[in-house]
């Protein structure tokens, strides 16, 4: 099997490769990113199997070239202007950016007159502030984006919708929520916590900083996310758009109370007013059954299992740092 | 009273530039186009007003200084691929060029902190596909856009509302209907219909040769058009989206029909299947309700008059070329 993989170097990327050398004999996969990938957890011999390349996305005759002769039989669309904060300061970069990578992806597809399918991941902000009678959110809740980058995301899967009914690409387009895991960096809220509660165990902090702790939140283990991916691009069905979700909520203020248990501390918090964003969704939880029901999904890591790997994680991080 | 007025050298552009001459004391006005205007219908008085920029409007820079230093108090922008027929065959180049110029508009506003009111010019076809039961349609109905273009236009509005909710920048938002008139273009059916008819009679071709005659469309006269966008830049509501339609339905062949009875004619007619869509809305009406009590809109042109006008147009553009 042939993988294109956009954003490589990223956390989730990270994780598909992770994942790909545990399922998938001998794969080939080409990687793409802007910035270079640490792949310190990957075994050396799976390494070889990857073509990694330094390049933009927004170059397109680059990204024509290179998919007309890889002919990849599936491209996963990590690469993304993915911070909401990032699309509030530059609107027009991100919004202009995530369609064009994206839509150099599909034509390049288009021209080359291949059969790859292609993973167009989307993301819950797309469903912006919603009422409470429509939680859990399903994949046919309108649609009401609040932020440009939550924008893009909705233009990109109605570009999915044309590109697959005109010109039979198969495209499967993902709302993916809240991810969580080890490696996630620390503008994440949940990862930040916890680096926070390694710092101040080790006595470096006496508080967390933290932004709006009453928001709810759907978060999903980023091993269950891509692992839900995959299946998608076995089994997905052509055109269609899928939650990627635990379908469960928790308060902020939960989760950050639950790392506080695992790690047995109880250090104070601090609420900072430069981490509140312009525009907040109170509560985002979706509904899992479509993804389930067509690809046979099932859910590994719950929410305990992932807080505590992701302590471990900055425990050895800051261990390391500690100890050189 | 300062307007920047893009696509200025187009159809809906020149027939703006009349509207202001006959309506507004001494405007300023900025026009820019890719291609050189022909303003004869201008008197040379009124051209003075106009400084004329053939640029384009993707070149960032340029449209950021020039906006910096005109502070215009209105931007209309006409400016668009917008051919559906186009953005079936160049489905990234429509989308990106239409989505970033208008964003390069914006973000000129939102940078250089002036008070400019936008009129952002969208489609009925952002509508896509509608079921029976929700004709006429109204600013509520929901999108289902069916083509490249289409899409364009909905990410458009979806990127308007962004800037007015969380940047302040005024912008109104239309939905504009099937737009006839003088010095249309042949490329579109009224239009091409109107020549054909008076090229049979001066016994240059023998039929008209046409695409489906059986699509029920909300035709509105571009001068009632460019009257509601005044009114709009005048009354309209910021943020909010408004149908420019006549509220009545006819089937093309009716309007075929008429253009026959006016012109004294009763030429065959032979259908082209180069001239059918991939996708075609059956029927696209709209309510002009919204836009009536916001604005005090009143039609001006019916559809005898606005016929009646095109034909003479053809009749006079023919003769012109056929004594020269």
Chains 1, 2 share one sequence.
């Not at 387009?173 to 895991?181: A, D, K, Q, V």
């Not at 996310?225 to 308060?251: F, P």
């Not at 047995?264 to 964003?277: D, F, H, Q, S």
């Amino acid at each position: 099997m042939r993988y294109l993989i956009t954003g490589v170097s990223g956390f989730v990327g990270g994780h598909y490769l992770k994942y790909l050398s545990t399922k998938r004999a001998k794969p080939r996969i080409i990687g793409i990113d802007g910035n270079e990938p640490k792949w310190d957890f990957l075994a050396n011999s799976f390494r070889k199997n990857i073509e990694f390349h330094k390049r933009s996305l927004l170059n397109r005759n680059f990204v024509f070239a290179l998919i007309k002769k890889f002919k990849p039989d599936y491209i996963v669309n990590l690469a993304s202007y993915s911070s909401v904060d990032y699309s509030w300061k530059h609107p027009a970069e991100c919004f202009v950016n995530n369609t064009t990578i994206f839509l150099n992806l599909v034509e390049a597809v288009r021209k080359a007159k291949i059969k790859t399918k292609i993973l167009s991941v989307g993301s819950s902000e797309e469903y912006g502030i919603v009422e409470t009678r429509n939680i859990p959110l399903t994949e046919k809740t309108p649609l009401n984006p609040t932020n440009p980058y939550a924008v893009a995301r909705v233009s990109q899967e109605q570009i999915s919708r044309i590109y697959v009914a005109a010109f039979k690409i198969p495209i499967i387009c993902t709302r993916s929520f809240n991810h969580i895991g080890p490696r996630q960096r620390d503008i994440f809220a949940v990862s930040s916590f916890a680096k926070q509660i390694i710092k101040s165990k080790k006595g470096k902090i006496k508080k967390i900083v933290c932004g709006n702790l009453d928001v709810i939140r759907d978060f999903i283990d980023v091993r269950d996310v891509i692992k839900a991916y995959d299946l998608l691009l076995q089994k997905g069905r052509t055109g269609e758009v899928y939650n990627v979700c635990s379908g469960e909520g928790h308060k902020l203020s939960e989760v950050l109370g639950m790392l506080q248990e695992i790690a047995n501390t109880n250090i104070p918090v601090k609420g900072k007013a430069e981490l509140m964003r312009p525009v907040d969704n109170p509560v985002i939880v979706g509904s899992s059954g479509k993804l389930k029901k067509d690809t046979g999904f099932r859910q590994e890591f719950d929410l305990f299992r992932s807080l505590t790997d992701i302590l471990e994680y900055w425990q050895s991080v800051l261990a390391t740092k500690l100890t050189r």
